[in-house]
């Protein structure tokens, strides 16, 4: 920002950070996907359910609850010394996501994982990103690495737009996670460039 | 400390924190902003609270909000709060995230962490 230059000699130049979203519901390998691209271990952070939207009056007896939070994790991809890409496995439940209100605003867009397993797991989080005009792919995550439908079958399950790709992945692989991205950015590049006109 | 107090500790303590704040004064502090401790810091600037010293100590370089929540095992909302203060008091900087609509997707932008993604 151009009023904290002052210290800039001293202290590197703060990198510009953008980040994208890996969605999907309970245990269809969110953590998984960030941890395999991540040069970080991911990291977490947790939010107490109970301080949201309660006011300061409304602390008594939140001693005798059960510690309810909510937990974030999120993984870090260093592009260059300028850019960063910060990776969040989104809460499983949706209905959670208030806890960070600014968790979908400003993502470049998102993965959503689906597990052939329990396909009704990550029905919500189509619903999210269809909803906001949010881009996003589907990860098809498989069971140790199996993938026993065609992604036009799952597609189909799924009832998603002609535009959306659908990929076939390994979360546990670092190259097959990160095709997976690549395979958003590769949209998001297609859509920028044919939104401009200039292809 | 038991399980018990170790629970009690995590729900009481963040209230502390803040003063019983629980809304922060400015909304420039999100997940994925940039904060970096001011060096030197101003010599009008009060003297930091040890929980403000150890955010101080974390953002020497810059570091995004979220990694600083987690690496001091706080909620976000809690140290969201305490960076106001520390912007307030002219300690730490903070660099929004790079600006992302879905009207103005930037080409340059793409292609760069695309290339990222393909060096992994």
């Not at chain 1, 904290?4 to 309970?26: C, M, Q, R, W, Y």
């Not at chain 1, 590049?189 to 006109?197: C, E, Y």
Request: glycine share 8%; charged share 20%.
């Amino acid at each position: 920002m151009a009023g904290s230059e002052a210290s800039a000699a001293e202290t590197p130049a703060a990198p510009d950070t953008v980040k994208i979203l890996i969605a999907g519901g309970f245990g269809v390998g969110k953590t998984t996907m960030v941890g395999s691209v991540s040069e970080i271990v991911p990291l977490r952070t947790e939010e107490p359910l109970t301080m949201a939207g309660l006011g300061v009056d409304d602390l008594a007896g939140i001693e005798r609850k059960k510690a309810t939070t909510v937990a974030l994790d999120f993984g870090r991809i260093t592009i260059n010394d300028r850019l960063v890409l910060y990776l969040f496995g989104t809460p499983g439940q949706q209905r959670f996501w208030f806890m960070w209100n600014d968790l979908a605003v400003g993502a470049l867009g998102a993965v959503v994982l689906f597990d052939v397993r329990r396909p009704e797991a990550s029905f919500a989080a189509v619903d999210f990103f269809e909803r906001r005009g949010i881009p996003f792919v589907v990860g098809v995550n498989g069971f140790d690495g199996a993938h026993p439908y065609p992604p036009e079958e799952i597609r189909d399950s799924l009832a998603l737009p002609e535009g959306v790709p659908v990929v076939l992945c390994d979360a546990r692989e670092r190259e097959s996670s990160r095709d997976v991205l690549i395979t958003l950015l590769d949209l998001l590049i297609a859509s920028a460039v044919g939104g401009t006109g200039s292809a | 400390m038991s399980e018990s107090d170790a629970v009690a500790g995590r729900l009481v303590r963040p209230f502390a924190l803040t003063g019983g704040r629980t809304r922060p004064s400015r909304a420039c502090f999100t997940l994925i902003a940039t904060v970096t401790a001011v060096d030197p810091p101003p010599e009008r600037a009060p003297r930091p609270q040890p929980e403000q010293a150890r955010i101080l100590r974390r953002c020497a370089r810059p570091v995004a909000v979220a990694e600083l929540a987690a690496l001091l095992d706080l909620p976000v909302s809690v140290v969201v709060i305490m960076l106001c203060d520390l912007l307030e008091a002219g300690l730490i900087t903070v660099h929004p995230p790079h600006p992302v609509t879905d009207r103005t997707l930037d080409l340059d932008l793409l292609q760069k962490v695309r290339d990222g993604l393909g060096r992994l």
